[in-house]
């Protein structure tokens, strides 16, 4: 059964670090493609991050370039959201969702379309 969960959201103070886990179940890390995906109230879904299969490497929405940092330990079977800098626009409800296997040899997608399996997400706040 296919499963991602998410942890580490918390509240930060604006230029603070945070650090996002998505432990997945299932199927392999390494041989998908996981997107970082987040939602502020009143938004719609945005896609911020997301990390290729094998050696297809990362790619960043332009609201975060620069600032956070999508990795995967293929040990634990996991991949973290590094963010930095964070800012108050940054708050939001973050999730990890795994790419269509049919896709996962392709650069990965910052597009819902591309990801059919979500997980429950973890809120992150900045605030002063």
């Known amino acids: 059964q296919v499963q991602l969960v998410e942890s580490g959201g918390s509240r930060v103070q604006p230029g603070g670090s945070v650090r996002l886990a998505c432990q997945v179940s299932?199927?392999?890390?390494?041989?998908?493609?996981i997107g970082w995906f987040r939602q502020a109230p009143g938004k719609m879904r945005e896609g911020v991050a997301c990390?290729?299969?094998?050696?297809?490497?990362?790619q960043y929405g332009d609201s975060v370039k620069g600032r956070f940092t999508v990795s995967r330990d293929s040990f634990k079977n996991m991949v973290y959201l590094e963010m930095n800098g964070l800012k108050f626009e940054d708050t939001a409800v973050y999730y990890c969702a795994r790419g269509r296997a049919q896709w996962r040899l392709r650069i990965c997608s910052l597009g819902e379309f591309a990801y059919d399996h979500w997980g429950q997400g973890t809120q992150v706040t900045v605030s002063a």
């Open positions: 299932g199927f392999t890390a390494d041989d998908a493609i």
């Open positions: 990390m290729g299969s094998g050696d297809n490497g990362p």
